[in-house]
């Protein structure tokens, strides 16, 4: 059995099917790209390897246990503890600074304020965007703020990071930024990754590629980023 | 074209036109039964105003039908809130429609018109409604009693003047109150901008509560000075000063809440230690002024009603010291002790609680409204912080802290504020008495009998009634607000717009 991964995994959403038997392994270590047009069911699978989400029948497994018959909240606290997710935007909590919402994970682990916003600072440091750490996300671009996300993503230094779509509401030299940062990190820290995207130059970026259509892997393998190479 | 704009949208711009309607509806029975009020003849019955018709004696006599429009009145404030904060129903989907008529080329003044129309529109078939319902019920209980007594004053109508200009005027308020509420909106063709007070509460509104209290405590030592030059003070005068100190406090009181937030706020992100307050307390520091638009009409309830418990506690010793003096009256007279009858007093305090008790209510529908709205406009952040791992139950203390801190503060401020302002308006020492009293079986030996004074005291029981009704009105609100919250959380919610 491989690190992540769903066996046959099925969801729908009322009489409208997003999976329909999907089987995925991700390596531990790997950066793997979902692809696909839209609507064919990335979101879905990426919420369903996270545990946000159930399937409606299949299996979803992180290091060997089966994640889709945990409780709701063993599921959060995987995601708090060993999993990052990071989405296209509206993520941060814009009531919040950037430090604020980086530390927000390790307050949620129990570390004490000082140590968290040392933490957040750090990671904030190593984004870049450190400058920007007693700003609200209002006062941020788009940037900024995707980078202040992936920090927050990252800063419990999670075993996996999903990422939907991450650069999706950035343009061009931003979403190259982002996605440098993203890959370096996850490359020093032997992060996986699991990256939803319909970019090809995102997809790019990953090791390996599988592509969805209408619920299910196109069996060709031939994903987006390998036509444009 | 201007009506079809207005009245396009989704599921949520119906629930806020018919909502808008509905408080328009009781605004206008609220002021057409004060008109109503106001309308009842003047018959001079043996030398006393009274209208013999009338079953109950808050309408027959005369002199206390000016009381009871003030109550009808007054109870339109929380109904005009709870229009106000219907208004912010499903403001984002509203936004994003405006902003796509700009974008098909209205101009900024067209597309704040149209909204506008959607709220006059509302609150005009509102009104109208309201004007049918007063006719029918009218007519529904115009029939008298047993006793061949009216319950209400059906049988009487203002002049139609006045029922043009409530169920025109109704309207054209709603109209003006959406413009109003619209002046911080910069409309623009890529979706609405709210122009948001940076500047944090300052606490200037204390100093209209100070203010007030301090006019109502010039008043007792004004009285005793008149009285000592023989003067008396003019009715008129005392109304005045009443009506501006209970306006300035409850003002200040409202106002206040938003720097008690804004101060709480501060102080609750120095000290938290957990998520949840943390994610409180930059709530309440973001928008201080939600706590104090959001409680407005709760605050004003709960402030009147201390004012009512003070001047109910206050008559109610004024009783018992005159009983006082009538039995030890009637032990040195040895003719029998009668005791008085209070129940018509006590009766018309019962209608100020049960007023009091459906301003509560009414404001309880826009607090419900407000914290709904707070929630669905955060649900997609709220969503991404669930999918995050962020335990709901994090979320739901949040909302607890940051709706339940301003809550107690401003509903404490106000039982405070309102007892205080009527212990400084009156003298918190009665007395009844003082005479010579002669025994009816030698009229000549006679006594001097003292004064019984009476210290008037404070009204715990009702105060502590009121602030437990306003805060069980908030924290069963809340507990409403966090199921809602569980499904505003909903992964789904992700892919919302």
Redesign the interface.
């Known amino acids: 059995m491989s690190f992540l991964g769903t066996r046959a995994a099925v969801r729908s959403y009322g009489p409208t099917p997003a999976l329909r038997g999907v089987t995925v392994d991700v390596a531990e270590g790997e950066i793997l790209a979902v692809t696909g047009p839209s609507g064919c069911g990335k979101s879905t699978l990426l919420h369903c390897l996270a545990g946000i989400m159930r399937v409606d029948a299949g299996e979803v497994f992180y290091r060997g246990r089966r994640i889709d018959t945990s409780s709701e909240g063993e599921r959060a606290r995987l995601r708090r503890t060993e999993f990052g997710v990071l989405f296209q935007f509206g993520q941060l909590v814009a009531e919040l600074t950037a430090a604020e919402n980086v530390a927000l994970p390790l307050l949620l682990a129990g570390a004490r304020r000082r140590e968290a916003r040392t933490a957040a600072l750090a990671w904030l440091d190593r984004l870049g965007v450190a400058d920007l750490a007693d700003q609200h996300p209002g006062e941020m671009s788009g940037g900024q703020q995707q980078r202040c996300a992936l920090a927050r993503a990252l800063v419990t230094e999670p075993r996996v990071l999903f990422a939907d779509e991450p650069t999706g509401a950035l343009d061009t030299l931003a979403g190259e930024q982002v996605l440098g940062h993203l890959v370096r990190l996850a490359r020093e820290q032997r992060t996986t990754v699991v990256l939803v995207t319909h970019d090809a130059r995102v997809a790019g970026y990953a090791d390996r590629e599988v592509t969805l259509r209408d619920g299910v892997l196109d069996p060709t393998g031939l994903g987006i980023a390998a036509v444009r190479r | 074209m201007l009506l079809r704009l207005a009245l396009a949208g989704s599921r949520t711009d119906t629930v806020r036109v018919v909502l808008t309607g509905l408080s328009a509806a009781l605004a206008t029975l609220a002021i057409l039964a004060a008109l109503t009020v106001l309308a009842i003849p003047t018959v001079l019955d043996g030398g006393s105003n009274v209208s013999p018709q009338y079953r109950n004696p808050l309408i027959a006599e005369a002199g206390l039908r000016v009381g009871v429009a003030a109550t009808l009145v007054l109870l339109t404030i929380p109904v005009l809130v709870l229009a106000g904060q219907c208004a912010r129903l499903g403001a984002p989907a509203r936004d994003r429609r405006l902003a796509a008529y700009r974008m098909a080329g209205a101009g900024p003044r067209q597309a704040v018109a149209i909204a506008a129309t959607e709220a006059a529109l509302a609150s005009g078939l509102g009104a109208l409604a309201g004007l049918g319902l007063h006719l029918v019920g009218r007519q529904l209980l115009g029939t008298p009693g047993a006793d061949g007594k009216l319950a209400l004053p059906t049988d009487v109508l203002p002049p139609v003047w006045q029922l043009a200009v409530v169920v025109a005027g109704v309207p054209v308020l709603a109209g003006l109150i959406a413009m109003l509420l619209l002046r911080r909106v910069v409309l623009t063709p890529y979706g609405v901008v709210r122009r948001v007070r940076t500047r944090p509460p300052r606490p200037w509104a204390g100093l209209l509560i100070l203010g007030g209290l301090g006019t109502a405590a010039l008043l007792p030592p004004l009285a005793q000075y008149l009285d000592r030059s023989g003067r008396s003070m003019p009715y008129e005068l005392f109304g005045l000063v009443v009506l501006v100190a209970e306006l300035a406090v409850t003002l200040g009181v409202i106002v206040g809440t938003g720097w008690i937030s804004h101060v709480t706020g501060r102080l609750l992100h120095r000290f938290a230690?957990?998520?949840a307050g943390?994610?409180a307390a930059?709530?309440l520091?973001?928008d201080p002024w939600t706590g104090s638009r959001t409680l407005a009409a709760l605050l004003a309830a709960v402030l009147f009603g201390a004012f009512a418990a003070g001047l109910r506690i206050r008559m109610s010793t004024e009783f018992a010291a005159e009983a006082e003096y009538a039995r030890r009256s009637a032990e040195v007279s040895g003719l029998p002790y009668e005791p008085w009858d209070t129940t018509f007093y006590q009766g018309a305090y019962d209608l100020v609680y049960l007023a009091l008790t459906i301003a509560l209510v009414i404001a309880a529908g826009g607090l419900l409204v407000a914290l709904a709205e707070s929630i669905v406009s955060r649900r997609?952040?709220m969503a991404?912080?669930?999918?995050?791992?962020?335990?709901r139950a994090?979320l739901g203390r949040a909302l607890a802290w940051q709706t339940l801190t301003p809550a107690v503060a401003g509903i404490v401020l106000a039982a405070g504020t309102g007892i205080t302002l009527q212990r400084g308006l009156y003298d918190r020492e009665v007395s009844s008495g003082w005479g010579t009293v002669c025994r009816e079986a030698s009229p000549t030996d006679c006594v001097e009998l003292p004064a019984v004074v009476r210290t008037v005291p404070l009204p715990l029981d009702d105060l502590a009634g009121f602030v437990g009704v306003a805060l069980a009105v908030v924290l069963s609100l809340l507990l409403v607000n966090l199921l809602l919250l569980r499904t505003s959380t909903a992964?789904?919610e992700?892919?919302a717009t």
């Open positions: 230690r957990r998520p943390l994610l930059r709530r520091t973001a997609r952040a991404a912080l669930v999918a995050t791992g962020v335990p994090v992964v789904e992700l892919r």
